[in-house]
């Protein structure tokens, strides 16, 4: 197991590829804080809850520690790190996973959704990297993952159209992962940024799409295991990288 005695945080861990990348860490031995917003079902039907994410986790064998919050918050950030600080007593791996789109026009987009998505994908990231990044220093090693997405580089609307904001979100983190990985190295921190080649069949996804949209989707497979493989580093291996599930598993083996 190649993470054993390490933990990690998986932000938006309730459903869809954060939690595929929490168990997945949690297999090499990891020990995993789930962080999300769902601890309930939701009424609207989109599946997939912390204490699910959990369960499945525990069904291993695994650690686990599911805590309620949203990374838009900043006292709810502070708050779920140091109940994983009093549970685990370090933070060795972030993966800045929590996402949401909105997939209406820029003509269409009211001021709130336009924030809202800018703040989950990109504030959220910042928030979440600020808390633990003065751990990680002490420890001197860790890997931050910020996931991004090709909507940040392709200029034609993409394949699935998920909106300017956010694209504009996606290429902000990108360029966060950038610099922070310059700030970072010289405490041993690894930061790189991963995103899906091809459209990944999620709760999220399949929420807000038909049948017809979903040919061609693939599983979480291959970003759980470039995210296993990320998780495992520190400043001296990979870092500074944006690249695809698809790049990262041809340039080293996956
Ligand atoms: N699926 C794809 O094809 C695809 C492609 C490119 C990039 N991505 C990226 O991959 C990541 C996961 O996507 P997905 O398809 O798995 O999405 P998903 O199924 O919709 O899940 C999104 C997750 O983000 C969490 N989240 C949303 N707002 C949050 C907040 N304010 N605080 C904490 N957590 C929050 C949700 O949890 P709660 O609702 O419980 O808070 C949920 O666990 C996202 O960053 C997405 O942009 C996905």
């Not at 060795?92 to 703040?119: C, H, M, Q, S």
């Amino acid at each position: 197991m190649r993470l054993e005695e390490k933990v990690a945080i998986v932000t938006g861990a309730s459903r869809g590829i954060g939690k595929a990348i929490a168990v997945g860490l949690a297999r090499e031995g990891a020990s995993v804080v789930l962080a999300a917003r769902s601890e309930i079902a939701r009424a609207d039907g989109l599946a997939g809850t912390i204490h699910e994410t959990a369960t499945a986790i525990e069904e291993l064998g695994g650690k686990v520690l599911p805590v309620k919050c949203d990374v838009t918050d900043e006292a709810s950030v502070t708050a779920m790190v140091k109940t994983a600080m009093a549970t685990f007593h370090r933070i060795d791996i972030l993966v800045n996973n929590a996402g949401v789109a909105f997939f209406y026009p820029i003509a269409e987009t009211p001021l709130k959704r336009w924030e809202t998505v800018l703040k989950v994908n990109l504030t959220g990231a910042f928030l979440c990297a600020r808390a633990v990044l003065p751990l990680m220093a002490d420890q001197k090693s860790g890997s931050i993952i910020n996931i991004s997405s090709l909507a940040a580089d392709e200029r034609d609307g993409g394949t699935v159209p998920t909106g300017v904001a956010y694209a504009v979100a996606k290429a902000g983190l990108d360029r966060f992962t950038w610099g922070l990985a310059v700030e970072a190295g010289k405490h041993n921190i690894a930061v790189n940024c991963l995103k899906p080649k091809q459209p990944v069949d999620t709760e999220g996804m399949r929420f807000w799409t038909t049948d017809g949209e979903r040919n061609g989707w693939a599983s979480a497979d291959k970003m759980v295991k470039c995210g296993v493989f990320l998780a495992a580093q520190d400043a001296s291996g990979v870092t500074g990288t944006v690249a695809t599930d698809e790049e990262l598993s041809l340039w080293h083996g996956l």
